[in-house]
């Protein structure tokens, strides 16, 4: 079974620019959640979508959003980068269901200059 | 979700069982154990949880306290792969929703030939 895709791999753009990232979670899986990490700060949540509806959410600024997609794949968009969004982005997928573990990415690295 | 304390950092020889503790003395009675681990530049994997019985896989096994407060985890015979920061997380699941993880810094597992 393939595991958790996302795309691309590294990204490089200019402070005030927007970025869009994409997942493909694994097959099967309905939940889908998004994820920063950063040397500073290390994992930390920005939302998770399941069956099309964001039903948790972190402590990010409204310039990150996403959305999710009838065939469960995510995508995530920050608008209005700034330096400090610079930062490797994951991605994990699970069943949903009470405890199922969650299956991450190997993410995108985004750098803003 | 519960706080987590772990060491920063452990070394162990190839071939010899790797055993990481994690405390967990606010862990409450619906709280799982996960433990996942990074090795870089990737995303996290999932390894294995439990509630209260000990558990083992493929991968590793599980050891929880009888007061849940502490668990181990246990790579039986590690090689030069499982190098890489581990993670406990104990986590709350109450039917969907709360897919959210909070990881603490981890403890830097270092293995030597």
């Known amino acids: 079974k393939a595991g958790v895709t996302q795309t691309p791999r590294y990204l490089i753009k200019t402070r005030g620019q927007q970025v869009t990232l994409s997942c493909s979670p694994i097959?099967?899986?309905?939940?889908v959640s998004w994820y920063q990490q950063t040397p500073g700060q290390g994992l930390q949540f920005l939302f998770e979508?399941?069956?099309?509806?964001?039903?948790n959410k972190g402590n990010f600024p409204g310039r990150f959003s996403g959305r999710q997609f009838s065939n469960s794949r995510s995508e995530m968009n920050v608008s209005t980068l700034e330096l400090g969004d610079s930062a490797l982005y994951l991605c994990?997928?699970?069943?949903?269901?009470?405890?199922?573990?969650?299956?991450f990415g190997n993410g995108t690295r985004l750098t803003v200059t | 979700d519960a706080k987590t304390t772990q060491p920063p950092s452990m070394d162990c020889a190839e071939g010899r069982a790797a055993n990481l503790p994690c405390n967990h003395s606010?862990?409450?009675?619906?709280?799982?154990v996960y433990w996942y681990r990074q090795i870089h530049s990737q995303g996290p994997q999932y390894i294995i949880h439990?509630?209260?019985n000990n558990e083992t896989n493929e991968m590793a096994s599980l050891i929880i306290t009888e007061d849940r407060k502490s668990s181990t985890l246990i790579l039986p015979h590690a090689t030069l792969r499982d190098t890489a920061v581990y993670y406990c997380?104990?986590?709350?699941?109450?039917?969907?929703?709360?897919?959210?993880?909070?990881f603490g810094t981890g403890t830097r597992l270092t293995i030597i030939p």
């Open positions: 997380i104990v986590r709350v699941r109450a039917n969907f929703g709360n897919e959210k993880l909070t």
């Open positions: 439990g509630l209260k």
């Open positions: 994990a997928s699970s069943l949903g269901e009470v405890n199922s573990p969650l299956h």
């Open positions: 606010t862990i409450s009675g619906n709280e799982y």
């Open positions: 979508y399941f069956s099309e509806t964001q039903r």
């Open positions: 097959s099967g899986h309905r939940s």
